[in-house]
Antibody
Framework: EVKLLESGGGLVQPGGSMRLSCAAS????????MNWIRQPAGKAPEWLGF??????????EYNPSVKGRFTISRDNTQNMLYLQMNTLRAEDTATYYC????????????WGQGVMVTVSS | DVQMTQSPSYLAASPGESVSISCKAS??????LAWYQEKPGKANKLLIY???TLQSGTPSRFSGSGSGTDFTLTIRSLEPEDFTVYYC?????????FGSGTKLEIK
């Protein structure tokens, strides 16, 4: 059974940093693209970026809205996905999800349940 | 970015009825469209991809249609567990973007 479990959320001050983690299980982690998606309360989800699979060199793509502030990485020995978020702003407040996708199939076939990030002083 | 306009935002129906949800793209996205179901406390569920292909495990009462800019999610013979929120998402180019959602409520 595919499982994705996010952790690391909470309250952070504006300008601060936070790292989210996503533990993956139930599939061959290195075969898949891994994504981060966020959703502010009452708004549409927003794709943040992904890190490609082994066959595609573990390279990354980002939404321009967060490029330069957010960094996606993975530890393939631990089946872990990470999102490093820097210079956080109030508008980064949202529930953050990790999700799986595949090469040439940029839809998300499995999602985690999400973790809440609140940026406030 | 491609803008996805989903309508209606709210929809009320009764169990057993059929409903349709519209998703319009701001430019042609071929059939690079997915539909998701969101339930409180649960992971989002992929229902349909490529506009009309049911994901494994999606009940056959769900169907998707459309291409280009206009897409529709249809749910026939609504079951109690279908009353929740639905999103469309294009993946024709980066960044993929989502519609604003449709909340399906019991009438």
């Amino acid at each position: 059974e595919v499982k994705l479990l996010e952790s690391g959320g909470g309250l952070v001050q504006p300008g601060g940093s936070m790292r989210l983690s996503c533990a993956a299980s139930g599939f061959t982690f290195t075969d898949f693209y891994m994504n981060w998606i966020r959703q502010p309360a009452g708004k549409a989800p927003e794709w943040l970026g992904f890190i490609r699979n082994k066959a595609n060199g573990y390279t990354t793509e980002y939404n321009p809205s967060v490029k330069g502030r957010f960094t996606i990485s993975r530890d393939n020995t631990q089946n872990m996905l990470y999102l490093q978020m820097n210079t956080l702003r109030a508008e980064d407040t949202a529930t953050y999800y990790c999700a799986r996708s595949s090469w040439k199939r940029d839809y998300f076939d499995y999602w985690g349940q999400g973790v809440m990030v609140t940026v406030s002083s | 970015d491609v803008q996805m306009t989903q309508s209606p935002s709210y929809l009320a129906a009764s169990p057993g009825e059929s409903v349709s949800i519209s998703c319009k793209a701001s430019k042609s996205i071929s059939t690079y469209l997915a539909w998701y179901q969101e339930k409180p406390g649960k992971a989002n569920k992929l229902l349909i991809y490529s506009g009309s292909t049911l994901q494994s495990g999606t009940p056959s009462r769900f169907s998707g249609s459309g291409s280009g800019t206009d897409f529709t999610l249809t749910i026939r013979s609504l079951e109690p567990e279908d009353f929740t929120v639905y999103y469309c998402q294009h993946y024709n180019e980066y960044p993929p973007t989502f519609g604003s959602g449709t909340k399906l409520e019991i009438k």
